[in-house]
DNA sequence: CCAGACGTTGTT
DNA sequence: GTCTGG
DNA sequence: CCAGACGTTGTT
DNA sequence: GTCTGG
């Protein structure tokens, strides 16, 4: 779950999360998906934050001689993120936010795949919790891969697993390297109170990850046919 | 010690 | 059916 | 997550 | 590469 998500507000990360201004390497999208270079928060080591583009989708180094023995890992369950030894090490010490203003799930309503997309009431940017791993050190390898939980009320009708929405208030503890104790986080996992969510069907094109543009975010009947009836 | 798994989601 | 690519 | 490919040789 | 199971 969560394999596609919305970053709308890249102009306002800088303000929102205090880190230093994204300047040329990234653009709004629409239609976020796995192997792509978004934007992820981490902390800097010396009290400060970075913004940088990694990879959606960890790739554990077994992997890697033939490129066989393991799909990419975009999404991590919080419930045992701590002990799988794939991530344990990287809850203790790469913890990142991902910057986003809303994400896809999917419904089938009469055999079509339709993706309804999630919010925060405000429509504000929010964070995702998620984990990365730095490659080796200047490498292109860096990847991150966003944790899940339990569903709220918004999202169970859809799925049973949503993506870990940040509490604003627990950004710091999220970010902070002096945290290395996996209990203090589990405060984190909690689904995000669902009278703050909000959800609306989307448009059919966000299927195909091509598609990239704002009316992503209008239903297909918006503006559409009057019955529905859509071929 | 060596062998084998290592991950999530959705679907059946 | 299963793998790869975005 | 979904969409789309999934293969080789020889010839242009 | 590293952890778990036998």
Redesign the pocket.
């Known amino acids: 779950?969560c394999?596609?998500y919305v970053l709308e507000d890249i102009e306002d990360i800088s303000e929102r999360f205090k880190v230093p201004p994204i300047i040329g390497f990234q653009r709004p999208t629409f239609n976020a998906?796995?192997?792509?270079r978004l934007p992820v928060i981490f902390s800097g080591g010396d009290g400060s934050r970075a913004v940088e583009p990694l990879r959606w989708g960890l790739t554990?180094?077994?992997r890697r001689p033939d490129?066989?023995?393991?799909?990419?890992?975009?999404?991590?369950?919080a419930e045992?993120?701590a002990e799988?030894?794939?991530?344990r090490r990287l809850l203790r010490a790469h913890r990142c936010l991902v910057p986003a203003t809303g994400f896809y799930e999917?419904a089938?309503e009469g055999g079509r795949?339709v993706p309804h997309r999630f919010m925060l009431d405000d429509g504000d940017l929010f964070a995702f919790a998620g984990l990365y791993d730095p490659g080796k050190g200047d490498d292109a390898d860096a990847a991150f891969t966003l944790l899940?939980t339990r569903p709220n009320d918004v999202v169970s009708p859809y799925?049973?697993?949503m993506p870990v929405i940040l509490r604003p208030d627990l950004e710091d503890l999220w970010l902070d390297p002096d945290v290395d104790e996996p209990a203090l986080l589990e405060a984190c996992y909690e689904p995000y109170p669902a009278d703050q969510m909000r959800e609306h069907a989307a448009s059919t094109r966000v299927?195909?990850?091509?598609n990239d543009d704002p009316a992503l975010l209008a239903g297909d009947d918006e503006g559409g046919s009057p019955d529905g009836a859509n071929r």
Do not use: E, I, S
């Not at 998906?33 to 792509?36: C, E, H, K, R, S």
């Not at 490129?67 to 990419?72: E, M, R, Y």
């Not at 799988?84 to 991530?87: G, I, V």
């Open positions: 779950m394999g596609r998906a796995p192997t792509q554990p180094a077994w490129g066989k023995g393991a799909p990419a890992l975009f999404n991590a369950r045992t993120v799988k030894p794939t991530f999917w089938t795949k899940t799925h049973d697993r299927n195909d990850v091509r």
